[in-house]
């Protein structure tokens, strides 16, 4: 097949564009932030599964202090209540049984409030670890944020460049004789389209010419598209080729 060699060389233009269209359909399918976002979700939904079991040890903890500080507030009106009886009655039997119930409530609300102590004590533990946990959750929220908002950005930039990419394109191929096009749509199916041949090597596949196919293609007329013998992709002959 003949074409004019400057006609070949804009086959260069468009092999160099499908290169460039092809990484950015790569990166448009897979975003560098995608694996980021993903962990960060996986990480998310880690943190809130803690913040639900940290929030819920400390309810437990305020649960059984306002027990507790029931109980005293119980023991502490019965005890009042005792005293009172104690101070009204005279018999000596019923003093002595109101003073065992006071000293027993004594003893049990001595107990109680050492729980209440450790309790409280306790809950301020806990509440510290939900705010630890709700903190490195918010974090975590907001980087999720962020990287999203990068991709989305990114993205947007791919499909900016990827249709200023076939718009080149486009206007490279509209210069191209149909047969020659045709040619080079056959073989980029499988490898490089065409390529630059310089220094006795094919620019598709990297292969140095043996010395016959090399005479071969120096026999070559400049209007006669030559092909590689080992890739098949179509060798664009310019000043660069040293034939």
Same mark, same amino acid.
């Given at each position: 097949?003949?074409?004019?060699?400057?006609?070949?060389?804009?086959? +260069?233009?468009?092999? %160099? +564009?499908?290169?460039?269209? !092809?990484?950015?359909?790569?990166?448009?399918?897979?975003?560098?932030? #995608?694996?980021?976002?993903?962990?960060?979700?996986?990480?998310?939904?880690?943190?809130?599964r803690?913040?639900?079991?940290?929030?819920?040890?400390?309810?437990? @903890?305020? $649960?059984?202090?306002?027990? @507790?500080?029931?109980?005293?507030?119980? #023991?502490?009106?019965?005890?009042?209540?005792?005293?009172?009886?104690?101070?009204?009655?005279?018999i000596?039997?019923?003093?002595?049984?109101l003073?065992?119930?006071?000293?027993?409530? #004594?003893?049990?609300?001595? =107990?109680? !409030? $050492?729980?209440?102590?450790?309790?409280?004590? %306790? +809950?301020q533990?806990?509440?510290?670890?939900?705010?630890?946990?709700?903190?490195?959750?918010? *974090? $975590?929220?907001? !980087?999720?944020?962020?990287?999203?908002? *990068?991709?989305?950005?990114?993205?947007?930039?791919?499909?900016?460049?990827? !249709?200023?990419?076939k718009?080149?394109?486009?206007?490279? @191929?509209?210069?191209?004789?149909?047969?020659?096009?045709?040619?080079?749509?056959?073989?980029?199916?499988?490898?490089?389209?065409?390529?630059?041949?310089?220094?006795?090597?094919?620019?598709?596949?990297?292969?140095?010419? %043996?010395? %016959?196919?090399?005479?071969?293609?120096?026999? $070559? #007329?400049?209007?006669?598209?030559?092909?590689?013998?080992?890739? =098949?992709?179509?060798?664009?002959?310019?000043?660069?080729?040293?034939?």
């Open positions: 097949m003949k074409s004019a060699p400057s006609d070949q060389q804009f086959l +260069l233009d468009v092999a %160099s +564009l499908d290169m460039r269209i !092809e990484r950015a359909e790569q990166a448009r399918k897979n975003p560098p932030q #995608a694996g980021r976002v993903n962990e960060l979700i996986a990480q998310r939904n880690e943190q809130g803690a913040l639900i079991d940290r929030t819920n040890a400390r309810d437990e @903890v305020k $649960t059984e202090l306002a027990r @507790v500080e029931s109980d005293i507030d119980i #023991a502490k009106k019965r005890q009042e209540r005792d005293r009172q009886r104690l101070g009204q009655t005279a000596a039997r019923d003093a002595q049984a003073e065992s119930e006071i000293d027993a409530l #004594a003893a049990r609300i001595d =107990g109680l !409030e $050492t729980s209440e102590l450790e309790l409280m004590e %306790s +809950l533990a806990a509440e510290k670890a939900v705010v630890e946990q709700q903190a490195a959750l918010d *974090e $975590t929220t907001a !980087e999720g944020q962020r990287v999203s908002g *990068e991709g989305k950005a990114a993205m947007q930039a791919l499909v900016d460049e990827l !249709e200023a990419l718009r080149d394109r486009g206007a490279v @191929v509209s210069r191209l004789p149909e047969q020659l096009f045709a040619d080079y749509m056959r073989i980029a199916k499988r490898t490089t389209g065409a390529a630059l041949f310089q220094h006795g090597t094919c620019g598709g596949c990297h292969m140095a010419l %043996s010395r %016959s196919d090399l005479a071969v293609l120096k026999g $070559t #007329a400049d209007d006669e598209v030559a092909h590689c013998p080992e890739c =098949g992709c179509i060798l664009v002959r310019t000043a660069e080729s040293g034939l």
